[in-house]
């Protein structure tokens, strides 16, 4: 993402589905084995609570230690938020490592507003992670400009749009209770999404 900030969304969507849809396919199916009769939704429930509570942690951690924390934790969030997504999809039937996952993903966040628009940023991002191979090392970028829009792109992604919002974990003394209702409430909001989403299939 670092490498290629401007695609830094559909580089996380597209790792995401490869490393998470698997863990959240066998977790739905552990689950099930070990609560038999536990409904779809009961499921999707199981998974949004674990998530925001991931997610509660990290904003009070960003606000516990300042401006650097938050940046990192903008990634850590939306990183977050895809495996709470991936896990829903899972509970809710629906195969968490199929390569539409990632449109899904995009889609949610808000990334894109329509799947289309996702799927050809996705080949565009895909491609271009290739072609980064090819001309590693022939140039370097400053690496504050880079962070810059790298730090943009995951905010857009993790649903922390208003500025008084990411801003708001910085405030001296109230950075932790800030910071754990920023990323409460975002992902609160991209889990009745996914839900919806799911659910109208």
Do not use: C
């Not at 999809?89 to 539409?100: E, K, M, R, V």
């Not at 001309?135 to 922390?160: C, D, E, N, W, Y």
């Amino acid at each position: 993402m670092q490498a290629d900030p401007q695609y830094a969304p559909e580089h996380l969507a597209l790792e995401a589905v490869r490393r998470l849809g698997p863990e959240a396919r066998r977790w739905a199916d552990q689950v099930r084995t070990t609560r038999p009769g536990i409904t779809p939704d009961k499921l999707a429930q199981l998974a949004e609570k674990r998530f925001l509570g991931h997610a509660r942690l990290s904003g009070a951690v960003s606000g516990a230690v300042g401006l650097p924390g938050a940046v990192v934790d903008i990634g850590v969030l939306a990183w977050t938020q895809s495996r709470m997504v991936l896990h829903m999809a899972a509970a809710l039937g629906i195969d968490p490592a199929h390569t539409d996952r990632a449109t899904d993903l995009l889609v949610l966040q808000r990334v894109h507003k329509v799947a289309e628009t996702a799927r050809v940023a996705l080949g565009v991002a895909a491609g271009r992670e290739r072609a980064s191979r090819l001309f590693a090392g022939t140039g370097a970028r400053p690496l504050s400009g880079v962070m810059m829009k790298l730090g943009v792109k995951l905010a857009q992604m993790a649903g922390i749009r208003a500025a008084k919002r990411m801003f708001a974990k910085i405030i001296p003394g109230a950075g932790m209770v800030l910071g754990t209702w920023a990323n409460s409430a975002a992902t609160k909001d991209l889990a009745r999404r996914t839900r919806e989403y799911y659910r109208r299939g």
